[in-house]
């Protein structure tokens, strides 16, 4: 394929994130916004391909569609009268929010452009980043790894401790 | 051999007409008339016709000779149907969630080899990529089923999320099983390294003795993934008419049971390459009867994968006939109780051969 057909993808993956992340925001009912970050994700994880990151680009899908997404729609969908329920996406605090807006935008935009010290790879990236990520995680990075497992199991537990059905108690109400 | 890896859709890719990717569109196209004339076929009229001979029935007859045009009338039948969609159903993901639903069991074809010669993508992350875009399948289930405003709906979609969430779990360590003995995530990589003379020798399942449990374990999983009996639940006719499609008629109905088959195929087809030689021939080298070399070639390998593919999904259906449907409670405790510390067990005495007995 040839650049301009690359560049052309690459605005259409971002355009639909920026939209769908847009819609997310902007509509009035939550199961809406709910799908709608469904294409923010996807988008997201096109924009990793575009990196270079297949892999962290299915990590993406993995975690965040078939993880995240799922569970906030399962959120949703469990929640009595959601639709009743009135979503405020009015304009408040204009002045305000015009002017964090403002500087945020420009924070950032002063970072990516004189701050940060973009530098093109002499090599480019060349076959499979898996078994690169495999080796870090595995050496350098051993140490967070493990961490992170131990702070996910702590959740998991006590996620599994505050659902668990407490059979005493609610003899007691009875 | 190596020479000639993706050989067809290479040059596919590099095919153009008026300067536009014709062939891109034709790769894309190959596993989409697969799936409908496999569905067609092997997957409605193998179907009915299977159920029926293990009920000592006959199944139809009608419609041509032993009923085999049955299932095209079917399909105009459905094609004329009136597109129906309910006066209080959420218009919007009522009719995008069918599509939702095809387009994530559509895409995991692109990482599956049709034979040697002929693939969507050849990644490096191939065999992830296939696991994991089942969650567009799962968004799309949601839809369906929310969309539709049904209790019974809404209830299905819901039992078949949470079935397949959970059993996402033991079927990424079992296929993590298999990764290990391969040291690689690239589906044409799998095929490769399952290569030789003595054909089904080479399979990964006859090359450890602990690869069978990863193996049934997969199997097992991939059935309540692709919501078969006997992890039907999602669906049970007797309590909820028919899960997340019972609102879906017509064309609409057509696509949500195009993606049904067409997950079935890809489970089966993964089963086949992380355990069975994907497109290599099972066939042996015996003396002066080369029978592996005789089978095996661009033809062969798309012969041989599709035939591994329809032989899993024949057991899905036996199965299916066979076994009565588990109840929630009982799906949830062989998901959490019994297939994942199982397939932690697989994880470990795996590596154990990998690492000091290989």
């Known amino acids: ?174 | 051999m190596n020479a000639s890896l993706n050989a067809w859709s290479d040059a596919l890719s590099e095919l153009h007409l008026l300067g536009l990717p014709v062939g891109l569109v034709v790769i894309a196209a190959v596993p989409l008339v697969f799936i409908a004339l496999y569905a067609l076929t092997y997957g409605v009229y193998g179907e009915r016709k299977i159920s029926a001979f293990m009920q000592d029935r006959l199944g139809p007859m009608e419609v041509g000779k032993w009923g085999i045009l049955q299932t095209l009338a079917d399909i105009l039948k459905l094609l004329q149907k009136e597109d129906i969609v309910n006066k209080s159903a959420d218009k919007f993901l009522f009719v995008i969630g069918p599509g939702i639903l095809f387009v994530g069991a559509f895409l995991a074809f692109a990482v599956l080899p049709f034979g040697p010669a002929f693939i969507g993508a050849d990644l490096n992350v191939g065999l992830f990529y296939a696991i994991g875009i089942v969650a567009l399948e799962v968004v799309g289930i949601l839809a369906a089923g929310w969309g539709s405003n049904n209790k019974w709906a809404l209830y299905g979609a819901i039992r078949s999320v949470a079935q397949i969430v959970s059993y996402e779990i033991p079927a990424a360590i079992a296929i993590l099983c298999g990764t290990m003995m391969a040291g690689t995530l690239s589906m044409q990589q799998f095929n490769l390294l399952q290569q030789g003379e003595y054909g089904f020798l080479h399979f990964f399942l006859f090359q450890n003795p602990i690869a069978w449990l990863p193996f049934l374990i997969y199997f097992i999983a991939s059935l309540a993934e692709t919501n078969r009996a006997p992890f039907d639940i999602p669906e049970a006719e007797s309590e909820l008419v028919a899960g997340y499609f019972t609102e879906y008629t017509g064309m609409k109905f057509a696509v949500i049971f195009l993606a049904e088959y067409g997950s079935m195929f890809m489970v089966s087809a993964i089963l086949s390459i992380v355990f069975l030689g994907g497109w290599n021939s099972p066939l042996p080298n015996i003396g002066p009867l080369s029978l592996n070399d005789w089978t095996t070639g661009p033809v062969w390998g798309a012969f041989w994968i599709v035939m591994k593919g329809f032989f899993f999904i024949f057991v899905q259906m036996w199965l299916r006939w066979t076994l009565p449907r588990l109840r929630v409670d009982q799906l949830m405790h062989l998901c959490w109780k019994v297939l994942t510390p199982f397939a932690f067990v697989a994880f470990v005495l795996i590596a154990v051969w990998e690492i000091y007995v290989k």
């Open chain 1, 1 to 174: 394929m040839t650049d301009i057909t690359y560049t052309v993808i690459f605005y259409l993956f971002a355009a639909i994130t920026v939209f769908s992340a847009a819609f997310v925001v902007f509509s009035k009912n939550i199961v809406y916004s709910a799908f709608s970050l469904l294409f923010t994700f996807f988008g997201v994880a096109a924009l990793y391909v575009f990196l270079s990151a297949d892999f962290i680009a299915v990590t993406q899908v993995i975690v965040y569609v078939g993880g995240i997404l799922v569970l906030l729609l399962f959120g949703v969908m469990f929640t009595n009268k959601i639709m009743m329920t009135e979503l405020k996406t009015d304009v408040l605090n204009i002045v305000p929010g015009v002017l964090l807006l403002v500087a945020i935008t420009g924070g950032l935009i002063y970072t990516f452009l004189a701050r940060a010290d973009w530098f093109t790879s002499d090599n480019r990236l060349q076959g499979s980043v898996v078994e690169r990520i495999g080796f870090e995680t595995m050496s350098r990075y051993v140490l967070p790894f493990e961490m992170i497992s131990i702070l996910l199991l702590l959740a998991l537990i006590g996620a599994a401790f505050l659902a668990r059905f407490d059979k005493p108690r609610k003899m007691n109400e009875k």
